[in-house]
């Protein structure tokens, strides 16, 4: 089934359209992003039941664009009738034009070029299996409860299964002279997290799932739970790392993490306006294996940062960053674009309507390989299988790179020895890293049930992934 479009927006589209008359009759070119969303997260424990209203994820709300003689301004409000499109039009006026004299001493304005408004005609929307509002509150707690007792149940180390399920669901509208864009989106996702004790050593395991889609979400989500009872208990007796630089086997999610920290952020072309990423110095140089490929795009794959249209009225794309490991080109926001003199790669995001849109990551991936993974492991004479990605910095000034990860695998001679270490700190230069992957495996995975700041702010939603990797890494 696909994603209903918002009745708010079906009846407030007349008025937007009247709104957007107005502006058009005073400035060069206007713009209106309109956005109603819902979110809801679910969450099961031995401690309790919670379920709550995503307060970032869930509003309504419109924001206005104009551009006039080169000079750009923004206007978000949240509520607008067919009797207050004169008075919003006339706010709109007053305080847009009230901006060049707010510049502080020393600040000149820029003056943009035209913007191009090709005509574009959008109306899509994702699809899914069950809707979470049909399944119902009561029914989604106790699929939780059943999956946090019975992993609660596994062994008598485990002390807490946390259970939890979240999903957006959202209508959005763009509108200019020649652009009538609307895109009707739902994505979930859930995670379990398994809390194991022995004496006074507590480890826990993490596992995620997510998808384009509604509540079948959590089929996936329940064939993982023997295996975070099993993770958490290892973890229990996990050795510290002894430091070093180690052959590596990543699995997809910290493949993911080293795509979107290491390299995903540095590519932001936002960044490049700034002069703040190293990776402007280097576009059409090597700075990866031959067999690498990425790509972002919210075309790229089916995941929770897909969309067809983004918050700019840019059309998604499926961007390829990096092709046989030669840095093509970065991702970018209109704004940054026309900075830049480049086309915008539909990566403007903004995390609500009284934001601005910045260049953000979408779906991140490294292209699959032609290796099978039991090849990879037994073409290792020392070193680790890395699983379970926590965190990471991104540096993209100096291109350094600091990982964390749960678990360590070691492998001896081509087999996994079944003795682990934790926790893991993957440090270094990233065209280093990069350039040392010798083998990728033929499929790829992906997820993502975080969030993406831009510094400590500004949070989306992606998702990243790929395929196994073997590569040459610090470990410590």
Known sequence: MKVKESEYLKIKKPVLQKLLNKLLDKYEYASILANDSESTNYRVSKTGTNISEDGTLSERGFCVKVYDNGKAAEYSFSAIEDDTVDAVASEIAERLGALGAKLPEGVTAYKFADIEDEKLFIDESTEYAVDPETKGDNNIIDLLTRISEKGRAYDEKIIDCRVAFSYQKYSKMFMSRNKDLTQNVMWSCGFIVVMAKDGEEIQNSYKPVSMLGGIEVLDTLESKLEDACKTAIELLSAEPMVPGEYDCICEPDVTGMIVHEAFGHGVEMDMFVKDRAQAKEFIGKQVASELIT???????????????????????????????????????????????????????????????????????????????????????????????????????????????????????????????????????????????????????????????????????????????????????
């Not at 073409?379 to 749960?406: R, T, Y």
Request: proline fraction near 3%.
């Open 294 to 476: 990425m790509h972002d795009g919210a075309c790229t794959i089916p995941q929770v940062a897909t969309y067809f249209f983004d918050d700019e009225g840019i059309p998604a794309h499926d961007t390829i960053i990096i092709d046989k490991g030669i840095l093509k080109t970065g991702i970018c926001d209109a704004q940054s674009a026309m900075h830049l003199g480049l086309n915008g790669t539909g990566n403007g995001r903004r995390q609500d309507m009284t934001r601005k849109a910045y260049t953000r990551m979408t779906n991140t991936i490294f292209e699959a390989g032609t290796s099978k993974v039991e090849d990879m492991i037994a073409s290792v004479k020392h070193g680790f299988l890395l699983c379970q990605a926590s965190s990471g910095m991104e540096d993209p000034k100096n291109w350094g790179i600091q990982l964390m990860v749960d678990i360590a695998r070691e492998i001896k001679d081509g087999k996994l020895t079944g003795k682990i270490y934790s926790p893991i700190v993957m440090t270094g230069y990233v065209p280093d890293l990069l350039k040392s992957i010798s083998m990728i495996s033929d499929k790829i995975e992906a997820g993502g049930t975080g969030y993406c700041g831009k510094g400590y702010k500004e949070w989306v939603k992606v998702s990243d992934g790929g395929p196994y990797i073997k590569a040459r890494i610090r470990l410590g």
